[in-house]
């Protein structure tokens, strides 16, 4: 069941407020815990509550000590009057907190559950759709193949039946050649037989006949029978052999016919088998058609009852998260959660500043403070700003505001690194045409060439040289600069005009890694060195340069969440890819909240710092999403709220 806080827009904040106390009451009544100590606004939600039983005692306290105040003790009752309005602001903020946190909370769950029956609704439209479809198909299906190949199956079966007819009559003509063949065989070997016989006869008349005359005349007298028998015996030789070989040619054409006629009489068995089957293929795809549409209407009635269902339940999570949100305006003036957020120890927190300027010096402090009350291992300090002393400087800035000295990770220190640390300390040798004229702190020495300025030196200490300014012609024509070991570091070189023209960074070892190079004054590009002295990258600005060392650092240190200036361009620019690893500081969310609007919707970070409780309350209504939020302590950080600080009048009256 969903019930709302408040049923009309008269239920004011206070009766919000006094409802929650009294449901605190009764859960300290039911379980009761020891006292707790005073809680701030940056405690967790979910502890705030424990300072609700206190509310009552100190109205109690307020009123006796106005009552029992005279004249003479005014101003102490004032100072008390003041403190226990502080831990009534306290109580009031954390009973604040405690209520938005849960009725945030509470919206976050309706939320969650809008997103789930969305999420349900969604799925149910697509199997609606999915069952239509499938109706749909089923619907245009009508076994058209099947019936196109049972169609083509009786055509072949027709063709079949032709060429079985064809070749049964091409049979019986082959028969009846044969037959005949056969016959004219036989005639043919009868009329071989009788010209043999009328040979033999005549043979036998000739063979007994002796008188040769008599011979003679025989023979010319059956000359011409002979003469035919003979021809008569070779036109029935070839022609019997014509008949012999026409036997073969029809017994062949007949077998060839016969096995023809069986292999198209085993293709009408098989079509017939095939027909069978695509009739009973049919009769099944209907069968199944049938069922399958039956299942689908079940699916689609069971699927439209349950959309219903969920439209019902998400048309209901909509009303209740809608007066939930008008509630939460209604108090809070404010449509997002502003969390309290908590750095994790499992995680390495890191501030990114481009220098120590008196600018940022106040709020690094504080920041650092902060990063050490709330984490048990050291923050760090990753700067892109050139100091060749950075070391020495973050040590003693740390130990003038008593903080412990951070790990520091420098653009310039990184790029400059080098193994083995080989090169040489930076000396200046004597020459006896050279004149030097020392400070009084013997921590600078020019030096002069007869009358001619060469060389200004600066001194760290008797053994290491700082810097060294070159003069030409009375004009500073180049400047080295070098690290506390007395190692160049950095040269400057300078046109007649005065204005630089080029700076190169070395490697501790002495080799060439970055030159920038300038127009105006102005860089025009950046020049990067490999240990071998050829060119590895060019960069358009300083920015490029930052911006590219920074992204391959916070690559390398997956666990590390950087504190920066919304302000750096380098930090805002980082947001496009580590948003959710950076914590933007805000120094002043209430006195100029336009800025700040602007900056949370144009980067995707959802967790920040602030100054005060008052920034973080303000976030509330400039936001336009949750955040998680806590505030780095200043000395603004406890002041009383607006609605309980004491105006002039009232402290007269």
């Excluded at 300290?28 to 705030?48: F, L």
């Excluded at 391959?552 to 302000?567: E, M, T």
């Amino acid at each position: 069941m969903i019930m709302r806080l408040f049923k009309s827009k008269e239920k004011t904040e206070q009766s919000a407020l006094t409802t929650l106390l009294s449901v605190n009451k009764q859960e300290a009544a039911a379980d009761p815990q020891p006292a707790a100590p005073e809680q701030t606004s940056a405690a967790p939600a979910d502890q705030s509550g424990t300072a609700a039983p206190a509310t009552a005692p100190a109205v109690t306290a307020v009123s006796t000590a106005v009552s029992t105040a005279d004249a003479t003790d005014l101003p102490e009752a004032i100072d008390r009057l003041k403190k226990q309005m502080k831990g009534l602001a306290t109580q009031y903020q954390g009973l604040r907190q405690e209520l938005q946190t849960k009725m945030f909370a509470r919206r976050d769950a309706i939320k969650q559950a809008l997103r789930e029956v969305s999420a349900r609704e969604k799925r149910i439209t697509v199997q609606l759709a999915d069952i239509a479809e499938q109706q749909k198909k089923l619907a245009a299906e009508d076994d058209t193949a099947l019936n196109q190949q049972l169609t083509d199956l009786n055509t072949a079966k027709a063709d079949l039946q032709k060429q079985i007819a064809n070749l049964e009559q091409q049979v019986t003509n082959l028969q009846k050649g044969v037959d005949e063949n056969n016959t004219a065989l036989q005639d043919n070997a009868a009329a071989q037989k009788k010209n043999q016989a009328d040979n033999d006869k005549l043979s036998a008349e000739i063979k007994g006949e002796n008188d040769l005359v008599a011979v003679v005349q025989i023979i010319e007298k059956n000359k011409d029978e002979v003469y035919a028998l003979h021809t008569a015996a070779e036109k029935l030789q070839k022609e019997a052999t014509q008949l012999q070989d026409k036997s073969t040619r029809l017994k062949d054409e007949l077998a060839n016919t016969q096995d023809g006629l069986t292999a198209t009489n085993a293709k009408m068995d098989e079509n017939a088998q095939q027909i069978r089957q695509v009739q009973q293929q049919i009769e099944q795809a209907k069968r199944e058609r049938h069922a399958q549409l039956n299942t689908l209407q079940t699916r689609e009635k069971e699927a439209s009852r349950e959309h219903q269902e969920i439209v019902s339940q998400f048309e209901a999570q909509q009303r209740a998260l809608a007066a939930l949100q008008d509630d939460i305006q209604h108090i809070f003036k404010a449509d997002h959660l502003i969390r309290l957020f908590q750095l994790k120890d499992s995680h390495q927190y890191g501030v990114l500043a481009s220098d120590f300027g008196a600018a940022q010096e106040k709020d690094l402090v504080a920041i650092f403070q902060y990063l050490e009350a709330h984490l048990k291992h050291p923050a760090t300090l990753i700067s892109y700003a050139y100091d060749p002393a950075l070391a020495d400087h973050v040590q003693t800035w740390a130990a003038k505001h008593d903080l412990h000295t951070p790990t520091v990770y420098n653009l310039f220190t990184e790029l400059q690194k080098s193994a083995p640390n080989t090169a040489q300390q930076i000396t200046i040798p004597d020459n006896d045409h050279w004149r030097s004229v020392w400070s009084d702190d013997r921590r600078t020495r020019d030096i002069y060439d007869h009358d001619q300025h060469l060389m200004h030196v600066d001194y760290t200490d008797a053994e290491h040289i700082a810097q060294i300014d070159y003069y030409s012609e009375d004009r500073l024509s180049k400047r080295s600069e070098f690290n506390e070991h007395g190692q160049l570091s950095r040269t400057t070189t300078f046109a007649k005009d005065g204005k630089m023209q080029q700076v190169d960074y070395y490697r501790i070892e002495g080799t060439l890694v970055l030159s920038f190079h300038y127009v105006d004054e102005k860089v025009d590009n950046i020049q990067m060195y490999d240990t071998n002295g050829l060119l590895y990258t060019v960069f358009n600005s300083t920015h490029d340069l930052a911006y590219w060392w920074l992204s391959s650092f916070w690559q390398q240190h997956s666990d590390l969440f950087v504190i920066g200036d919304p302000r750096d361009p380098i930090f805002t620019r980082l947001a496009g890819d580590f948003a959710d690893r950076e914590l933007p500081y805000f120094s002043a969310v209430a006195a100029k909240p336009a800025p700040v609007k602007k900056a949370l919707q144009t980067y995707p970070w959802d967790q920040l710092l602030v100054s005060t409780p008052a920034d973080q309350q303000a976030l509330g209504k400039i936001t336009n999403r949750d955040l998680s939020v806590d505030y780095v302590a200043t000395g603004a950080a406890d002041a009383l709220p607006e609605a309980l600080t004491l105006t002039p009048a009232a402290a007269k009256g």
